[in-house]
């Protein structure tokens, strides 16, 4: 019996040792957080609560990368995320309206004849570090270079917004600015929507794609409450700094299984697993492309209501570059599903229609990494884009 209480002792002394050296770690990891790492470290290992207590709610304005580098979105009350409003990173600017490109007036100015491009990266052009290579700025760079110096074009483009995003961006965001013209070009992030099963969740407002935002501070785990175990974690690659703004846009469902299969098919192990039952083909021939209609079709009836003209834009993409989003049988099948579909609602609804796929020379040197575009690639899109427009438009 003593002998039994004896390793319980030894056994209780033990762990409160342990605790103790925990205890201590904690409290030296925070004190070197909030007294003696620099603000790059502050920002690279601190919780979202920590961040907030520092820099108040505007966090994500206030942040900057361990490079000095702002986040290039940040939150948004209905769009879920936007670009950061009067972000100047080298090269890349946004202006105080939240646009990619330069400062511009809402009201417009008298004569000028205002078009505003809606879409997701490819828009916005992220492939390309400088604003003024980005395809809405060269567009109209083209426009006034050709003679018509009253024209202006808004980059109203946003990485991961879909048909769902662009509809509400138009409505909330981009009718204020009263343009003449809207460019309506989407179809891969509408892609990215149908990948949802049972079909049961492929629902109208997307919610068996994307989770609620509940709360920009909640912490996923709970052991990274613990400012010592985060420390490390981010450290050793463990973990993300919860300043990432990945973990605050664009939150999975569980019944999202884009990302699972763009993982497996990079590794070379799609079908396995859950695919190995249900494909991805599966899911997209489960979840046909009626929302993508129904979201163009809503943003035809704004433009007419507001009497905006509008401008449907087929999807470019080659599948000379590796990569699933743009050469994987599925994403061929449903981008293509997304162009005949558009055809079809610009044909219905007497909608102007440049059928860029067909005629955009298939030239990987022109992309990036298959569907995003380089300089050239942004600059042959403009003028193709510019001379559809002048024709149309601006010579009508």
């Given at each position: 019996m003593k002998r039994i209480e004896g390793i319980l002792a030894r056994l209780l002394v033990v762990a409160l040792?342990?605790?103790?050296?925990?205890?201590?770690?904690?409290?030296?990891?925070?004190?070197?957080?909030?007294?003696?790492?620099?603000?790059?470290?502050?920002?690279?290992?601190?919780?979202?609560?920590?961040?907030?207590?520092?820099?108040?709610?505007?966090?994500?304005?206030?942040?900057?990368?361990?490079?000095?580098?702002?986040?290039?979105f940040t939150p948004h009350h209905f769009l879920g995320h936007w670009p950061t409003p009067n972000l100047n990173n080298g090269p890349n600017r946004h202006n105080a309206l939240g646009f990619r490109g330069p400062d511009v007036s809402i009201e417009k100015a008298e004569d000028t004849y205002r078009i505003v491009a809606l879409g997701g990266s490819t828009t916005y052009s992220t492939a390309v570090d400088d604003y003024r290579l980005s395809y809405p700025y060269l567009l109209g760079e083209y426009l006034r270079e050709n003679g018509f110096e009253r024209t202006e074009v808004i980059n109203a483009g946003v990485n991961g917004y879909s048909s769902y995003h662009s509809l509400i961006n138009l409505m909330f965001r981009v009718l204020p600015l009263q343009p003449?013209?809207?460019?309506?070009?989407?179809?891969?992030?509408?892609?990215?929507?149908?990948?949802?099963?049972?079909?049961?969740?492929?629902?109208?407002?997307?919610?068996?794609?994307?989770?609620?935002?509940?709360?920009?501070?909640?912490?996923?785990?709970?052991?990274?409450?613990?400012?010592?175990?985060?420390?490390?974690?981010?450290?050793?690659?463990?973990?993300?700094?919860?300043?990432?703004?990945?973990?605050?846009r664009h939150l999975p469902a569980v019944s999202n299984y884009r990302d699972r299969f763009l993982q497996q098919w990079t590794a070379g192990a799609y079908p396995s697993g859950f695919f190995a039952d249900v494909s991805a083909m599966q899911m997209l021939m489960n979840n046909p492309p009626i929302h993508f209609e129904r979201n163009l079709l809503n943003m035809i009836a704004v433009t007419d209501r507001h009497e905006i003209e509008r401008l449907l834009v087929t999807f470019v993409y080659t599948d000379k570059i590796r990569h699933p989003m743009n050469s994987s049988d599925e994403y061929i099948f449903a981008l293509d599903q997304h162009n005949d579909l558009t055809r079809r609602i610009a044909a219905a609804t007497d909608s102007p229609i440049f059928d860029m796929a067909a005629v955009f020379p298939d030239d990987p040197a022109l992309f990036s990494d298959g569907r995003h575009m380089t300089r050239e690639g942004n600059l042959a899109r403009a003028q193709l884009i510019g001379d559809f427009v002048i024709r149309n438009f601006l010579q009508s």
């Open positions: 040792t342990i605790l103790l050296l925990l205890l201590l770690a904690e409290a030296a990891a925070n004190y070197y957080l909030w007294n003696l790492a620099t603000v790059d470290e502050f920002n690279l290992l601190a919780s979202i609560n920590q961040i907030k207590d520092r820099y108040g709610d505007d966090f994500f304005t206030n942040y900057r990368s361990p490079e000095g580098v702002a986040h290039r003449d013209l809207v460019i309506i070009y989407q179809g891969l992030n509408d892609v990215d929507t149908r990948l949802v099963h049972p079909p049961e969740k492929y629902l109208g407002d997307n919610s068996g794609y994307i989770r609620p935002f509940i709360s920009p501070t909640i912490m996923p785990e709970i052991w990274e409450y613990s400012t010592a175990l985060r420390i490390l974690a981010i450290r050793w690659g463990l973990t993300s700094p919860h300043t990432e703004i990945s973990r605050h």
